[in-house]
């Protein structure tokens, strides 16, 4: 498959553990909150989203966790299986400007048995 | 089945051979979008297109044009490729520009420009 980073940080976690991926935003004026994920060989698939009047969005197995205040975007996912293995992108968006999507660096998640 | 479709998935060419990189979706969206994955960078947007024939500069489209003469189409045209356009490119749509609107992502173009 296609590599999407060579220097990405990397979360192990073990299966049906809780994983927590981290994602620090740069804008504070963003108010519009995406995280994706990519398999090797695969383009980006949208997990879960949420807006900036919000502090929790809840999905199924995924949450995602928003802190205006220091500019911090959480995706915990529970039970994590195999499938979860992918990288995980967080994207901020701001209404304001329109049109473009700004994304992280990504982190990879590795699921151990 | 709704999709976005990329052609070629693989390309490898050498330096100054003008080509093509064709993107098509099938679920009617008006906003379509280009970046590129580089490591450690993610992915960097270089040209979007609210709607057919309205076409505007993302963040790194020096080296790149796009054209949207019907709806479903979004082909991105390297006139000159140069080997720092070496990348994986990927295609997006959306049914509209804005928050609350899932962008769809096409499976990618591996380019090596030699």
């Known amino acids: 498959g296609e590599s999407v980073g060579l220097h990405l940080p990397t979360l192990s976690v073990q299966e049906g553990d809780n994983s927590i991926i981290n994602c620090a935003y740069s804008n504070s004026a963003s108010d519009y909150f995406i995280w994706y994920k990519q398999e090797s060989g695969k383009g980006p698939q949208f997990i879960i989203d949420?807006?900036?009047?919000?502090d929790k969005r809840q999905g199924q197995r995924v949450t995602v966790l928003l802190n205006k205040t220091v500019k911090h975007l959480s995706l915990q996912i529970a039970a994590t299986q195999p499938g979860d293995s992918a990288v995980y992108f967080c994207?901020?968006?701001?209404?304001?400007?329109?049109?473009?999507?700004?994304f992280g660096t990504g982190t990879r998640l590795q699921v151990t048995l | 089945e709704a999709q976005v479709t990329q052609n070629p998935r693989y390309l490898i060419t050498v330096t100054g051979k003008k080509l093509t990189v064709t993107c098509s979706q099938n679920m009617n969206h008006e906003y379509m979008s280009w970046y590129r994955q580089d490591p450690g960078l993610g992915l960097r947007q270089i040209y979007y297109s609210m709607n057919v024939e309205v076409t505007d500069k993302g963040d790194v489209p020096e080296g790149y044009k796009v054209s949207r003469k019907e709806k479903r189409n979004f082909p991105l045209i390297l006139e000159s490729p140069s080997p720092n356009q070496t990348s994986l490119y990927f295609c997006?749509?959306?049914?509209?520009?804005?928050?609350?609107?899932?962008?769809?992502f096409g499976p990618g173009t591996r380019l090596t420009v030699l």
């Open positions: 994207a901020e968006y701001n209404t304001g400007t329109a049109s473009k999507l700004t």
């Open positions: 949420i807006r900036s009047n919000m």
């Open positions: 997006a749509s959306s049914l509209f520009t804005g928050g609350g609107s899932e962008q769809f």
